[in-house]
């Protein structure tokens, strides 16, 4: 393998129902419902193939939309194992969930036959190619994002050292994203990295990787931070400093995710570092929602039973919204949730009309996404609603009309989901706040 890991996307964790004036019953309210609301693509966790094997913790992941994680391997040269990743690829589209794939070059976790065959230039770039070529291939038209290049900097922002550097020289970046881009080019592709949170040094030279893979005119759309932080110290930053590094990046026209986000802290945590965690969340959820082009936020993994840091960092841990045993934690969760602003949808099996004034009715098409068509309804009452002509994420018309919502009370213009029979295909929903209302 050129690289173990593959991450997939799955969306929306915690969903609680929630009371609201009308007697309509609503779409579960959870982390993932309001950042879509809010205008993010998604909400999600990572996962590993060991953890599918618990009931408990299964119920969790696939409680609407979250994010998995397993290893494809090619165990040597030409040849591919896609056993486990395909699993998940199937548990995401068994629930109707995003998938986010990681990663397809790495410098750790290579095996032998590549840190020790000693390739030259060409036949190191053939490998790397044929290596992209036939996981993104596998999993065409499946993953959402890929992380392309994953951590191929030092903390002082040079180059890490590693057999693909080494033998090819920083060209190997832009020579990966474009066999990616080839393979699948409906995909999102991205270069992942940690301590790029902050300005600084590497996170200078995350933005010259940008400007390198566009230079030799291959196709990059984002860059994930992972955002694996501290407890009061790294991820305290105020919400300005981290939409000013935000900008930085979309400033050369690429999305933002945040990728990998833990908070540790010294265990077993005390109640002041619970809060603190709590408030630093809130800090990374305020960033991302202040910058447009910061399209969601993925945890690693969503429980403190399934987190990394416990083996790496000794006496450290706590990292995740809920505990070992699955429970949420409460102070956290709920300062998350209030983070992304109030918010809920109403199901499918739910249609009907909210009264909205003239102003509120009269929507311009060009605020909906590209794939609804609006259409004013009553331009002279304000006790119809809009009706929206939308359409499948695959272009196909739905020939069904929907109808757009208003809650006064949580002041959130809402769309209801689409459906193909039970399965969900996408959330559709319009924000007051697109509408410049509030």
């Not at 969903?15 to 779409?27: G, H, R």
């Not at 390198?212 to 955002?227: E, F, H």
């Not at 010294?266 to 447009?292: R, S």
Request: glycine content about 8%; some cysteine; hydrophobic content about 40%.
């Amino acid at each position: 393998m050129i690289l173990s890991v593959v991450t997939f996307l799955l969306a929306a964790l915690g969903a609680t129902a929630s009371p609201v004036e009308n007697e309509l019953s609503l779409w579960p309210d959870g982390l993932n419902t309001r950042a879509v609301v809010a205008g993010k693509q998604y909400f999600g966790s990572a996962t590993d193939n060991g953890e599918l094997t618990n009931s408990a913790y299964v119920a969790g992941l696939s409680n609407t939309v979250d994010f998995g994680q397993s290893r494809l391997l090619e165990p040597s040269r030409g040849t591919f194992n896609y056993v486990n990743g395909d699993v998940i690829a199937n548990f995401a589209a068994n629930n109707g969930q995003y998938l986010r794939c990681h990663t397809l070059v790495w410098y750790n976790q290579l095996p032998s036959w590549i840190t020790n065959g000693g390739f030259n230039n060409a036949t190191l770039i053939s490998i790397l190619n044929n290596h992209i070529t036939n996981k993104v291939t596998h999993y065409k038209g499946k993953c959402l994002q890929w992380d392309v290049v994953n951590e191929a900097l030092n903390e002082d922002g040079t180059y890490r050292i590693n057999v693909f550097y080494n033998t090819i020289g920083p060209a190997y970046i832009p020579i990966a994203f474009a066999a990616a881009a080839t393979a699948d080019p409906s995909a999102k592709f991205y270069y992942n990295d940690y301590n790029i949170e902050a300005a600084g040094a590497k996170s200078t030279a995350a933005q010259n990787i940008v400007k390198l893979v566009k230079s030799y005119g291959a196709k990059i759309d984002g860059i994930g931070m992972q955002a694996h932080l501290i407890v009061g110290s790294s991820g305290s930053e105020s919400v300005s400093a981290w939409t000013a590094n935000m900008n930085a990046f979309t400033a050369l026209d690429v999305d933002v995710a945040i990728t990998e986000l833990d908070i540790r802290s010294n265990t077993p945590a005390t109640a002041a570092a619970v809060t603190q965690q709590a408030k630093d969340y809130v800090t990374v959820i305020q960033g991302c929602k202040a910058v447009a082009r910061c399209i969601g936020i993925t945890i690693w993994d969503y429980t403190d039973k399934c987190s990394w840091i416990p083996g790496v960092f000794s006496g450290q841990g706590a990292a995740l919204p809920w505990d070992e045993n699955l429970n949420k934690k409460v102070e956290v969760f709920n300062a998350m949730l209030s983070a992304w602003g109030t918010g809920y949808v109403k199901p499918l099996s739910h249609i009907g009309e909210a009264a909205v004034d003239e102003d509120q009715h009269r929507h311009d098409p060009n605020l909906y996404s590209n794939r609804h068509r609006a259409r004013d309804v009553d331009n002279d009452t304000g006790s119809a609603s809009d009706e929206l002509g939308c359409e499948q994420r695959h272009g196909a018309e739905v020939g069904t009309v929907w109808r757009n919502w208003v809650d006064w009370t949580d002041a959130v213009c809402y769309r209801n989901y689409v459906y193909e029979g039970e399965r969900l295909l996408q959330p559709m929903l319009v924000r007051n706040k697109q509408l410049n209302r509030y």
